[in-house]
């Protein structure tokens, strides 16, 4: 065999490893998929393993859009991706709202249109909704094979690490059913969720002041019934059950209670793991389906008790 021939055989030999490989990782990368919780797609951690089981609920098409500055509706919901779901819509509390009081919902992204942009708006000026309900949480799609590459890559500097190396944490809870998973001990948090360690009494009270100023500028045109709805981070609601008993002194959240003037809507109150397998998605760092519509059931009797909708 003469040397171009050598080398053209070399070629072909490395092109078909190369082939291979992707092959093999795109094999090994089904076992991943489907890609849906945001805690396994930053953090590298396997689907397969912490992906939930029961079935989700979507309204299709969704029920309650996102709007215009320029619109007229019965009620507004500003909020983050807990309220505004842009990737997935038709699965978040204002869809369930809509369901069972038939009002026109608007849904306002606060990481788009904040709260201040909507209360200028022309609309909010001549057509103010009956009521606009702010949700705010606590603390303020790759293909197959190039996930399985970045898996191994990621959970190798984990191992070597000796820590996580991304923005998502896991830890161990000491009380299994809490998630459908298959690991259903195992907790994903964002590492966000650690940060409130650093605040202060006095931060929190500050915080928490502000949703009374807001309520009175939301309500001052004596037509628009304001209700707040703080989403507890996911440590937040499952520190119960993790060993460290740390973490369950992080949140602050029973300050609420200082602020009896303003209208909560107190869904930190109503989440109990052991009451409902699921409440956040074992992947995701938000909640299930069942407890978006349970949120909007809590929305929903609030609102009937300032007699603003109705079934």
Same mark, same amino acid.
């Given at each position: ?26 094999? =090994? ?54 309220? @505004? ?17 038939? @009002? ?42 190039? =996930? ?19 923005? %998502? ?6 009380? %299994? ?15 966000? #969720? ?5 605040? *202060? ?36 609601? =499952?520190?119960?059950?993790?060993? #460290? ?37 074992? #992947?995701?760092?938000?909640? *299930? ?5 349970? %949120? ?16």
């Amino acid at each position: 065999m003469d040397l171009a021939s050598r080398c053209r055989a070399h070629n072909l030999l490395l092109i078909g490893l190369a082939y291979a490989a992707v092959i093999a990782f795109g094999l =090994y990368g089904r076992q991943f998929e489907p890609l849906t919780g945001d805690l396994t797609r930053i953090g590298w951690f396997a689907e397969n393993e912490f992906g939930w089981t029961l079935p989700q609920r979507r309204f299709v098409p969704p029920l309650a859009a996102p709007v215009t500055l320029d619109g007229r509706y019965d009620i507004l919901a500003v909020g983050d991706s807990f309220t @505004a779901e842009e990737y997935n819509p038709g699965i978040t509390w204002p869809h369930f709202l809509a369901r069972d009081t038939g @009002a026109a919902i608007g849904i306002f992204d606060s990481g788009i249109d904040s709260l201040e942009r909507v209360l200028a708006s022309p609309a909010w000026r001549d057509h103010p909704p009956a009521a606009l309900i702010y949700e705010i949480v606590e603390r303020s799609d790759d293909w197959p094979a190039s =996930y399985a590459m970045n898996y191994l890559l990621e959970n190798a500097l984990r191992w070597w690490r000796g820590r996580e190396a991304t923005s %998502a944490v896991r830890l161990e809870m000491g009380e %299994a059913g809490l998630f459908s998973s298959r690991h259903d001990r195992g907790l994903l948090v964002y590492a966000e #969720d650690f940060n409130k360690e650093n605040w *202060s009494p006095a931060e929190w009270r500050a915080a928490i002041c502000d949703l009374a100023r807001i309520q009175d500028r939301v309500e001052a045109n004596g037509r628009t019934v304001f209700l707040a709805m703080i989403v507890p981070d996911k440590l937040t609601v =499952y520190a119960p059950f993790l060993p #460290d008993r740390r973490f369950a002194e992080l949140s602050q959240l029973r300050l609420l209670d200082d602020i009896p003037s303003v209208n909560l809507v107190r869904v930190d109150r109503a989440l109990d793991p052991r009451a409902r397998v699921d409440l956040y998605l074992p #992947d995701d760092t938000h909640w *299930s389906s069942a407890t978006h519509e349970m %949120a909007a059931e809590m929305v929903l009797r609030a609102l009937l008790e300032r007699s603003v909708a109705h079934r």
